[in-house]
Every structure is written in C-alpha cells, then in structure tokens.
C-alpha cells in the first residue's frame, strides 16, 4: 500500500496543471524529493490524444503564470479565426500577436509532463486507476498495479474518467460527439491536383472557382462553420492550419454538443464531407477518429468530500468544445481549493462548485453555456446570418468581454490571494 497526500488521476492538462498550481502556489504541500504528490497516468508519453490542439489566449495566460513558454512546443499560428455560417462571417484578430496557436497534443502533453516532473512531482506512466473508493479519513483508489492511499484525490482523468463514473455513478451527463481528420494542407493538395492535370499549381487554381483560389489565403486561418446547426446538429465544422512531425498539414472536425439529440439528423461525417468537398478534399480518403468530449453545465457536480474533479471529467466548453485551456484554469482552483484544505484539515470540498462557477473561468464557462443554448436552439437561417454576419462588431465585442480573456482575470485574482497575509503567512509557516 502506497501512502499519498493528493493523488492525481490523469495526466492529461488539468492533472499535470493541478500539480503544477500546487508546486507553485503551495510550495509545502509539493516539496522537492518527498513524494507528497503522484500523479497516476494509463499511457506512456507521448501518447496520443485526439484533439485539434488549439489553444486560446486564456492557455498562454496560464501557462505563463507557471513560468512556461508554450512557444517551446512545436507549433503553427494561426492570425486569424473566422466564425462562419456558409462561408461567410466574422473575423478575429488579435493585435501583434497570433489568434490561436495549434500544437499537437502528444507534444503538448510530453512537454507538460516533463515541466511537472522537474518541479518535484512525481508521475507514474503505465498505471491505470480502476476504481476509487472514498471512505472517512482517506480515499484507496485500485490500480491494475495494486492499491494507493490519498487524503485527497483529483479526478483528471478526461471525459470517460472512472473518477467521476466512481463518484457520480447515476448523475446526467452532457457529452458532445466530435470527429476528427488530418489532411495535407490545401497547398499540398492543389500542388497534388495540378500534377495530376500537369498543369503548374498557380495554372490549376487559376482553374479553380473563387472560393477555392481564396483557400491558399485561408492557409493562415483557423475557421468555424456553423451551417450545421440547420440540420439539427449543434455545433460547427472546423479546419485549422497544423503540423504532424514538421510537415504543414490542416486539422478538420465536426463538433456536436447533442443538445438537438431529440431531432433528426444527418450522420455526423456528412456536414465534415460536405465542407472538405467544397475546399477540393475527399473525406472517404482520410482516417476519421472520434472522441466525446463531455461539457460544462451549471448542475454538473464537481466533488464530494476528499475528491475533486477537474478538466473535461468537471466539464468543457459546450459552445465550442474548447477544452485545453479550460482544462489548465480548472487545476489553478483545484490546486487552490486543495491547498485551503490542507490549511484548514477539512476535506469536505463543499463549496468547490460554488466557488469554480464564481470564478473568471466559470463566468466564461456559464457565458459559453448560454451561447450553446441559443446560437445552436434558435437554428433559423435569418438568426445565424443575424448573429455571424450582421452583428459582427456585437458579437466581437460579447465574446471578447464574457467568452475569452478569463485568463488574465482569473491570474490576477489567484495573484491577489497569494499575497494576502493569511496565505503567506500559511506558507512561510510550513516552509
Ligand atoms: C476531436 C477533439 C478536438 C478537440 N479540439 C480542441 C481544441 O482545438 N482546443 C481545445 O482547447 N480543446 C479541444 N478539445 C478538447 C480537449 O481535448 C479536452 O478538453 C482536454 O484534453 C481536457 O483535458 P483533461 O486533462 O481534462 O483530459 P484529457 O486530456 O483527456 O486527459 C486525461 C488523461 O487521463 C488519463 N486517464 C484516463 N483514464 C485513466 C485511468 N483510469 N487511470 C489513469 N489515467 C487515466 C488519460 O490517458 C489522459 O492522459 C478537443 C477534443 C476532441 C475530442
């Protein structure tokens, strides 16, 4: 039996966050050499995880405030994101910097994991949690490596997590349905095409359509196109620029939260199709991969005494599906929630929920719920050609103020109370 004070299921961003928040934030409860911290990983990495790898501003935020450089990951910028509906809507720029940065996540993660590990956290690669069994003084949690003893235990193991399955087992749960595809990006595909029609690459897009000339433009833009929402599916195709091992590649997908489950839809893959056509690719010739992701609502619990639940197990962004930088904020409040915890030797974790949705991160995650029930249940033409094409400075400036930049608010309110003197004192004290 292996005795821990926080144990970590999942080391994914919100695990390896989680620890990385405690490292820095509540240096005691992580000091170097002692294993007071382990984090309990199935897979080794790299390992793969499918994700389009799109990271907001609120992730550098973060990753910034732990003293990362996200730009050490291999990556591509995207300068702008386009919120379409067929092909045409609105445009995000963001002043001197890029709008989106695209990693892949095995790098990310194996990144991650190495900054965690340098820190003093240890991490075991290789081992899968089973179960969890909360009793009154501590949790046992079975491993298909025998059994571990937390005080506390953090649920960072995704949407299909047996942490929450443990805790949770008859709560509702909200899952978004996703597909995903990775192609050569439209260069490689237009130089491909004007070999087969031996005509030279600017030759065969001058024999393009308009709209297909516009996609070597399009190269440097992450886009979103919510002409699904008319058939029923509530969401949005997207394709975003990429890299796989160095080569320039582009990422496609399909996000449905099923908020219209009840209706009648096509089959997922036909919007994808039908969107890859229309940009010269063909769907049948790529391998689809798909994950759920499971998504934030206001009634989703989130703990109960001595586990805590953090990343996609609490719950993604329903709107978009974002999940990344979601997932670094929810281990900044678990890391914090823990560490009162410890201060006060009360473990019940109460007011975890209450104080998650007060947060930068959970008025962000409310805002993109709403959204979610309006952009994708008011599915008329006329509204979303209102919405993406006609209130364009409106919705900038709404997702601008109550979607995005949560990051920097949370930052400096997580800043605030690091200074504050009962928490240095706390600190000093257990150094
Ligand atoms: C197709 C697709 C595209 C996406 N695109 C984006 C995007 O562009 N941008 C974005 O921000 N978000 C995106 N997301 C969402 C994002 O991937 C997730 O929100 C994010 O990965 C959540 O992080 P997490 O740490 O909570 O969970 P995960 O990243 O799922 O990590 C969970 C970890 O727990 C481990 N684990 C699971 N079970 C166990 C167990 N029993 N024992 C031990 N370890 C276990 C897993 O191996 C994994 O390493 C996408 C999701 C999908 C499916």
């Not at 499918?50 to 992730?59: E, H, P, R, T």
């Not at 449905?256 to 489950?261: G, R, W």
């Not at 996609?312 to 914090?336: N, R």
């Not at 104080?355 to 709403?370: E, M, N």
Request: aromatic share 10%; hydrophobic share 45%.
């Amino acid at each position: 039996m292996r005795n821990y004070d926080i144990l970590i299921i999942g080391g994914g961003p919100s695990g390896l966050s989680t620890a990385l928040h405690l490292a820095r934030d509540f240096p005691h409860l992580a000091p170097h050499g002692a294993s007071r911290i382990l984090i309990l990983e199935k897979e080794r990495y790299p390992r793969p995880k499918l994700c389009a790898g799109g990271l907001v501003i609120d992730a550098e935020i973060i990753l910034q405030r732990l003293g990362l450089d996200v730009g050490e990951v291999p990556h591509v910028d995207a300068d702008r994101i386009h919120f379409d509906f067929e092909a045409k809507g609105l445009n995000i720029r963001v002043p001197k910097r890029h709008a989106l940065r695209v990693i892949r996540r095995d790098e990310f993660d194996n990144w991650l994991a190495v900054k965690t590990e340098s820190r003093g956290i240890e991490i075991r690669q290789g081992v899968a949690v089973k179960k969890i069994h909360p009793l009154d003084d501590c949790i046992i949690v079975e491993t298909d490596q025998g059994d571990f003893h937390a005080r506390v235990v953090v649920g960072a193991d995704g949407s299909n997590g047996v942490t929450r399955r443990c805790i949770f087992p008859h709560a509702m749960v909200n899952t978004a349905r996703v597909l995903e595809v990775i192609t050569p990006e439209y260069s490689v595909i237009a130089r491909e095409r004007s070999d087969r029609s031996n005509l030279p690459a600017h030759e065969e897009i001058a024999t393009l359509p308009a709209s297909r000339v516009a996609r070597n433009d399009r190269q440097r833009g992450a886009y979103f196109d919510f002409f699904p929402v008319l058939t029923n599916i509530a969401g949005y195709v997207w394709d975003f620029p990429t890299q796989v091992n160095g080569e320039a590649m582009r990422c496609w997908g399909i996000y449905d939260t099923n908020i219209l489950a009840n209706e009648r839809r096509p089959q997922l893959k036909e919007p994808l199709a039908k969107e890859m056509a229309r940009l010269g690719f063909d769907l049948n010739h790529y391998e689809i991969k798909g994950h759920p992701i499971r998504w934030f609502s206001p009634q989703n619990q989130m703990s109960v005494p001595r586990v805590l639940l953090v990343g996609d197990a609490a719950g993604a962004d329903p709107f978009l599906g974002e999940g990344i930088s979601i997932a670094l904020g929810y281990g900044a409040l678990a890391a914090h929630e823990i560490g009162e915890a410890f201060q006060r030797n009360e473990f019940s974790f109460n007011g975890y929920r209450r104080r998650v949705i007060r947060s930068a991160l959970g008025h962000a995650l409310i805002a993109r719920w709403v959204l979610a029930h309006i952009v994708y249940l008011l599915k008329w033409k006329w509204f979303q050609i209102l919405i993406w094409r006609i209130l364009k400075p409106v919705v900038i400036l709404l997702a601008w103020v109550f979607v995005l930049n949560w990051g920097k608010r949370m930052s400096s309110t997580l800043e605030r109370f690091s200074k504050s003197p009962v928490y240095s004192t706390h600190v000093q004290a257990n150094r």
